[in-house]
């Protein structure tokens, strides 16, 4: 029998998803301009409804994991996009900076369940030697969004006003999260996969992740999750090491979703039209980035590397290789800024596969709530970074500490892959308790 590829069609919804998630997180950048302008909201206090998505998003991912255990995939994704999507309309009807604030948190908590549940769902219907292929592929997605439809939002903007945007972003996730109703199944349950890729799917190690939390044997008792199990998982420097790693790759993530466009203006004293053509290209080399991780991650476990070498290498190349943004502090030509900043980003995208080694390392029943811990760790860079370079900026004048703080971590995170993660295999909780 001739293999069905189901699983591509749930991939191409994790993708579309996903870049629907960084658009909505990130549409207010654009329409920051003329929001402030009205609103009277000022530098400061923008900084804060920045800020303020991070934090509730940080403070869901425990939380948000704990759901997805218990209800499983499409039920959590769709009630996630459904609402974060009705958060980002919602901003297009505020008139106050309190207003805007409630409609941020609002958005952090909502958005907060989108990784784990696409780490989830790779995990079940991807085997072992395509998921670095699969999270690159929905990965992508964050960059793409930005790279290629910030143009048009700016032009929608221009035509119609702030508030359009996020009437449209919102409703496009409101339409979306119909479609993903509608669409997703789990791998035994979808019409169009057939027993020949159910049976590739299992010998791969996927179709695993499906049980509840409360029926599995491997730590998650009988009677519902205990909080001691998230100490008893950060235990296992398995877990421990990825979120040092991926700490460290979002904080070069987040510099470019927020500072970017500022060092461009500021440090680099470009004009918006210019900033506008070259903020694109890091974004489209980051893209690049993730898909070159990811196929050359799933290659190399394919040819017999083990997974040790097939999914750590990519990542510590790509962090090491990050921090060489501080190289921009020595170059005069614009050209060759953008050049630098794009190896950068490049770079960060081929570290983008921290959620394959959770699909690789959490326990069974237990993928959500380690999800929720990589995430929770992964995203306090949202927090850190931004109020970090601000700092730095505010005390100095220049972005020349704030390009070096970043390339320091990059360097931390490679460490932290190579010293601390140790051999990449499933953590099994029950062998804690014969201790």
């Known amino acids: 029998m ?8 749930v991939l191409a919804l994790l993708a579309v998803g996903t870049m629907i998630n960084y658009l909505d997180r990130t549409v207010l950048g654009i329409a920051a301009p003329q929001l402030t302008k009205e609103l009277g909201i000022n530098a400061a206090l923008m900084g804060v409804m920045f800020s303020a998505f991070s934090w509730s998003y940080v403070a869901s991912q425990i939380p948000g994991g704990l759901f997805l255990d218990r209800f499983g ?39 907060a369940p989108c990784f784990p549940v696409n780490s989830r769902v790779v995990a079940t219907w991807f085997p072992q030697s395509e998921r670095a292929m699969a999270t690159g592929t929905y990965t992508v997605g964050e960059y793409i969004g930005l790279a290629f439809f910030s143009p048009f939002l700016f032009a929608l903007m221009g035509a119609f006003g702030w508030r359009a945007l996020f009437y449209v972003v919102g409703g496009v996730g409101i339409v979306f999260g119909i479609v993903w109703w509608r669409c997703y199944r789990e791998p035994r349950d979808h019409p169009a996969a057939n027993a020949a890729e159910l049976e590739y799917i299992e010998a791969g190690g996927g179709l695993t992740q499906t049980l509840p939390v409360d029926v599995t044997a491997t730590g998650a008792q009988k009677g519902g999750f205990k909080w001691r199990t998230i100490g008893r998982l950060l235990k296992h420097r398995q877990l421990t090491g990825i979120c040092l790693g991926q700490f460290a790759g979002n904080a070069t993530l987040v510099f470019f979703l927020t500072w970017f466009p500022t060092y461009l203006a500021t440090e680099r004293h470009m004009g918006w039209l210019k900033i506008g053509f070259f903020a694109i290209m890091p974004f489209i080399a980051a893209s690049l980035g993730v898909m070159f991780g990811g196929t050359l991650s799933d290659w190399l476990l394919r040819h017999g590397r083990s997974a040790n070498v097939a999914r ?57 709530v380690t999800g929720g811990i990589f995430n929770f760790a992964a995203n306090l860079a949202g927090i850190v970074t931004p109020l970090a370079v601000g700092f730095i900026v505010a005390a100095t004048g220049s972005f020349v500490w704030a390009l070096a703080l970043i390339g320091a971590i990059a360097l931390a995170g490679a460490a932290s892959y190579l010293f601390v993660v140790g051999d990449i295999r499933r953590i099994v909780l029950q062998a804690d308790s014969a201790r």
């Open 2 to 9: 001739r293999r069905s590829n189901a699983r591509y069609r």
């Open 312 to 368: 750590k290498l990519p990542i510590i190349a790509g962090l090491l290789l990050a921090s060489t943004i501080v190289l921009a502090n020595y170059v005069e030509s614009n050209g060759a800024v953008i050049a630098i900043l794009s190896i950068a980003f490049f770079a960060q995208g081929m570290a983008a596969l921290g959620w394959t080694l959770v699909s690789d390392i959490a326990p069974e029943g237990l993928l959500g």
């Open 73 to 111: 995939s499409k039920v959590t994704y769709f009630l996630s996009m459904t609402l974060w999507s009705l958060f980002t309309l919602a901003q297009g009807f505020v008139s106050s900076a309190a207003a805007l604030f409630a409609c941020r948190l609002g958005l952090g908590v909502t958005e």
